[in-house]
């Protein structure tokens, strides 16, 4: 597949925006490269399949977008239909979709984008819309101990919205305003080894098992240092957030979020190692909070060695470590990417209160990564983690944390 990979060139007015915009040349530079589809993660199992990336330069020979077309197979979802597109017509601008259709259960329609061009570039829109549903969810039951004998399955069928502006004050400090909405549909799932959650668990012991709504309102104070937002090398970041819902403007409960994350990105030897830390401290405040809503772990960006969702309580604590190593610059069919592997170690847990924690609560995940990263924008990724439920491995794109 990889020796059908080429480069073209296309006329500008043969390409609609965002494809192609003022940025880029009268004749495109577009390099094209098929890829086979190889993923497998806990709760989803293997899929395979095929996609081919379209990568659309600029001027500058920097990529204007992406898009990736994608077709494969999943025992338990059938067969998957999906497109991805990245665009970025304007240094202060990017825009996301993904639309994805299984024949069996799963779909996933999204839109995010992204704008810093107002008030000098101090303001920062963003919204995402979405519309999925994932029958591969999973629920373990509450607390750090949650064993693997207790897992169901189901389908979560979510629509909703986020939407945030941010205004920078001085050079490093912004303050950040948002909104959330949920609809939340608990059905059956897509997994049939796997119990159905309802047939495991109660509405009175689980809240929300039956769906809810979520509408939350968010406050963050935000310090960045970081020298790019999606492929950083250096500086630091820290976040304090909160987050009500309130049952008057349409939540199902009334409750809290709490969260605080900092990260921080060491280079040495010219970037070529980047020393990368994250902690995390999450805390929900509520009674009756739907089981979706509260602090949880597991997954691709918290603990890599677990699927997503599999720690569930009022608060979780993480600690994110890992070592990305330039192995070599390489241009592969006139794309320049810095290929990488990043041995990493998760340690985190849920409890009930922080002052609740103890030692053997914490899950241990060492792991390796393997990433493609094409600065200043995109980054594909494998990530595999070991935790006591076995191994489990994603792949996306993107950095972790």
């Given at each position: 597949m990889l020796l059908c990979s080429c480069t073209s060139y296309v006329a500008r007015d043969k390409l609609p925006f965002p494809l192609a915009c003022s940025n880029c040349d009268d004749n495109v530079k577009m390099v094209t490269v098929p890829l086979p589809v190889i993923a497998s993660s806990p709760n989803e199992g293997i899929t395979s399949g095929a996609l081919a990336a379209f990568l659309i330069h600029n001027k500058k020979d920097e990529i204007n977008a992406l898009l990736a077309p994608q077709v494969n197979y999943n025992n338990n979802f059938g067969a998957t239909i999906s497109l991805y597109g990245a665009f970025y017509p304007a240094p202060e601008q990017n825009?996301?979709?993904?639309?994805?259709?299984?024949?069996?259960?799963?779909?996933?329609?999204?839109f995010k984008i992204r704008d810093t061009s107002y008030l000098n570039n101090k303001l920062?829109?963003?919204?995402?819309?979405?519309?999925?549903?994932?029958?591969?969810?999973?629920?373990?039951?509450?607390?750090?101990?949650?064993p693997l004998q207790q897992e169901s399955n189901y389908d979560d069928d979510e629509v909703g919205f986020n939407l945030s502006a941010s205004y920078q004050i001085g050079k490093y400090v912004q303050i950040l305003v948002g909104d959330r909405f949920r609809d939340v549909s608990i059905r059956e799932g897509a997994i049939r080894s796997v119990p159905f959650i309802k047939d495991r668990f109660r509405e009175d012991s689980v809240p929300g098992i039956?769906?809810?709504?979520?509408?939350?309102?968010?406050?963050?104070?935000?310090?960045?240092?970081?020298?790019s937002r999606d492929t950083p090398t250096s500086g630091g970041y820290a976040r304090a957030t909160i987050e009500p819902s309130v049952k008057a403007l349409g939540s199902a409960e009334d409750y809290r979020h709490y969260e605080v994350e900092i990260?921080?990105?060491?280079?040495?030897d010219n970037a070529r190692y980047i020393s990368v830390f994250r902690l995390m401290y999450n805390q929900t405040l509520g009674d009756k909070v739907p089981f979706l809503e509260q602090s949880v772990l597991g997954g691709e960006t918290t603990l890599r060695g677990y699927g997503r969702n599999r720690f569930i309580d009022n608060s979780f604590l993480l600690c994110n470590l890992e070592e990305r190593i330039r192995l070599f610059r390489w241009e592969v069919f006139n794309v320049t990417a810095d290929w990488e592997v990043a041995p990493f170690i998760d340690?985190?847990?849920?409890?009930?209160?922080?002052?609740?924690?103890?030692?053997n609560d914490f899950e241990y995940n060492p792991g390796v990564g393997f990433r493609a990263t094409v600065r200043?924008?995109?980054?594909?990724?494998?990530?595999?983690?070991?935790?006591?439920?076995?191994?489990?491995?994603?792949?996306?794109?993107?950095?972790?944390?």
């Open positions: 825009i996301e979709i993904s639309l994805s259709q299984s024949t069996r259960v799963n779909h996933d329609y999204e920062e829109l963003n919204a995402f819309v979405y519309k999925y549903s994932d029958g591969s969810a999973r629920f373990f039951g509450f607390e750090a101990k949650s039956d769906g809810f709504t979520a509408h939350t309102q968010r406050l963050s104070l935000i310090y960045n240092s970081l020298d990260k921080g990105f060491i280079p040495l340690l985190g847990a849920v409890m009930k209160s922080l002052d609740k924690a103890r030692t200043p924008n995109i980054v594909g990724r494998v990530d595999m983690g070991i935790g006591r439920d076995g191994p489990a491995i994603f792949v996306g794109l993107g950095y972790p944390f």
